[in-house]
């Protein structure tokens, strides 16, 4: 079964030293769109290039798919 991870936003996040709420206001994104990132769930490709927009990154940057064991 394959899933989509945001870890690697995270990562991006720390390495940049910001936080969830730093990235909420940069994007302009809902605090229910950066919920649902960091439980892993879908979120609209929408929000994901505002993320990018402001990040100065692409979106294999911020998410991957992976293999989920059964």
């Not at 690697?8 to 909420?24: E, P, T, V």
């Not at 769109?33 to 879908?42: M, T, V, Y």
Request: charged letters at 30%.
């Amino acid at each position: 079964m394959l899933k989509i991870s945001y870890n690697k936003l995270w990562k991006l996040l720390i390495d940049r030293n910001m936080n969830k709420q730093d990235l909420k206001n940069i994007a302009k994104v809902s605090s229910a769109s950066i919920a649902k990132l960091g439980k892993g769930e879908n979120i609209t490709t929408d929000v994901l290039l505002k993320i990018c927009t402001a990040l100065e990154c692409d979106i294999s940057d911020i998410m991957e798919i992976i293999m989920e064991d059964k």
